[in-house]
């Protein structure tokens, strides 16, 4: 389904009475709610690997776009994952792009980096998974590898902090 199909389908919802509508084709799963005289809902999600597309939907009154089953507590946000007071001669890791998170090119390989090591800069330090694609992410920095923040094949967000590296180390 393509993003004009699904506006079109947006469109004839909000003309309708229709408070629920789910459709499924192959891996692309597509629920939308409309609460009727509350924010409408659209929730978009690919079923496999475990990422969802947020889109905007324009229709009265205000929209939000959410992504599905998304667990309240399962991954900091990059604010709460940033360094308190005391770590503050630390240096972090942000992920450049959405996607899920791996520490090791396979689950039956080691992951890159453990707490302890120490990185140089170019050093593969993860993997971050997007649309298919993925994408290796390297150090910029030099140093010992304090904490890992973010779980194996969980989502992350742009500029979500992944590990913590002490300069020093």
Not at 24 to 53: C, H, W, Y
Request: hydrophobic share 40%; net charge negative.
């Amino acid at each position: 389904m393509n993003y004009k199909e699904i506006q079109e389908l947006l469109k004839m919802i909000n003309r309708s009475e229709i408070t629920e509508f789910k459709i499924k084709e192959g891996d692309f799963s597509l629920t939308i709610k409309a609460n009727r005289g509350q924010d409408n809902q659209v929730i978009v999600q690919q079923m496999q690997p475990a990422q969802s597309i947020q889109m905007p939907v324009s229709a009265p009154p205000a929209a939000v776009a959410t992504p599905a089953a998304q667990p309240a507590e399962s991954a900091p946000n990059a604010t709460e994952a940033a360094p308190k007071a005391a770590d503050a001669d630390l240096i972090t890791i942000k992920s450049p792009i959405v996607g899920t998170f791996y520490r090791s090119a396979s689950p039956d390989k080691p992951p890159f980096i453990k707490v302890g090591d120490i990185v140089k800069p170019g050093q593969v330090v993860c993997i971050v998974e997007a649309m298919k694609l993925f994408n290796e992410i390297e150090s910029d920095v030099s140093g010992k590898v304090v904490k890992i923040i973010t779980e194996d094949a969980s989502p992350v967000e742009y500029d979500q902090v992944l590990f913590l590296i002490d300069p020093k180390g």
